[in-house]
């Protein structure tokens, strides 16, 4: 028995450290992409701190969910922040699965530069509505009486850059059209949808993300609109992005995350070049290859290399 466990760490760190080789290769490739997507993620939080400083408290607008969905109370708005921090330690975990275990369908940064594709993408249109029309905040510290209502002026430019977190996020106002926890639930979702596996899990995705809707508008720290604009937009954010950025590449071909889309120009080269190799007898890199659009479900690349090979069968 000791035996057996001893063998099966030995293939767990083998596993472990081959992964991390792997994964330091893509991270040296694509660097840019994930610094600049958690730079953002400072960005979007310095927008939401600006605007707290435009906030001016008022009384609650009238609002359906408030008035279908019993109002949870200042003493259980925990509830809802802790069915996010699971939502978010959960796909956190998930995306670093491919450490550990032997079945694989991504590159954990593979996944990371897609997700904070879509979230710079959304973030970005929630600052432009947050900015273009500022309402009274229905959380009980944004209402009127409240001291955090409204931030004093600032001394000057450093005191609205530093970030008081995490204080500063749970007692923001001002930021409301649209949901930035609903954001992160529903590219988490929709990420696990495409790139998961299990069914069970995708269903119990959506039913939490959901349940999430409602926890935030009974904890009325948010509106109605908010929620519901959130689920449209992110919606859209996600499948327009994967219009426009190719296919995560497959664990088989070992390439490397390209995250523009490549040009028709640079698509025929490319082609032209491992159709000549494979002409004469030379076997293509996989690792030089480059993800390519799909067409009826099949990669191109995959379609030139069976026409290539149907030519070559058939010579005599």
Not at 98 to 107: G, I, L, M, N, T
Not at 195 to 202: N, P, Q, V
Request: charged share 20%; aromatic share 14%; hydrophobic share 40%.
């Amino acid at each position: 028995m000791t035996l057996y466990i001893g063998r099966e760490a030995s293939k767990l760190w083998k596993r472990i450290c081959a992964e991390t080789s792997a994964e330091s290769n893509l991270f040296i490739d694509n660097w840019k992409y994930i610094i600049a997507g958690f730079v953002f993620q400072y960005i979007h939080g310095v927008a939401a701190r600006g605007v707290h400083y435009l906030h001016r408290p008022g009384p609650t607008l009238q609002d359906l969910g408030f008035f279908l969905l019993p109002e949870l109370g200042q003493d259980k708005a925990y509830i809802s922040e802790t069915v996010f921090m699971f939502v978010f330690l959960s796909f956190f975990s998930w995306t670093f699965h491919p450490f550990v275990f032997k079945v694989k369908k991504f590159y954990t940064v593979q996944i990371w530069c897609r997700v904070l594709a879509y979230l710079v993408v959304s973030q970005t249109l929630r600052i432009f509505t947050f900015y273009s029309t500022q309402l009274p905040g229905p959380n009980y510290h944004c209402r009127p009486g409240s001291k955090l209502a409204r931030l004093p002026e600032p001394d000057g430019v450093l005191e609205v850059l530093v970030i008081n977190f995490p204080q500063g996020v749970i007692y923001g106002c001002g930021d409301l059209i649209f949901s930035s926890h609903m954001i992160f639930t529903l590219v988490f979702v929709l990420t696990y949808q495409k790139y998961g596996t299990r069914r069970c899990i995708k269903q119990f995705g959506w039913s939490i993300a959901i349940i999430q809707s409602l926890l935030i508008v009974a904890s009325r720290k948010h509106y109605t609109v908010d929620v519901v604009v959130a689920w449209y937009t992110v919606n859209l954010v996600v499948f327009f992005v994967d219009k426009k950025l190719p296919e995560l590449s497959g664990r088989t071909n070992g390439s490397s995350l390209i995250l523009l889309p490549l040009s028709t120009k640079d698509k025929d080269k490319w082609t032209k070049e491992e159709n000549h190799k494979l002409l004469n007898g030379n076997s293509v890199n996989p690792a030089d290859r480059r993800p390519r659009s799909q067409s009826n479900g099949k990669n191109l690349e995959d379609v030139n290399i069976n026409q290539v090979d149907t030519s070559m069968n058939s010579t005599p």
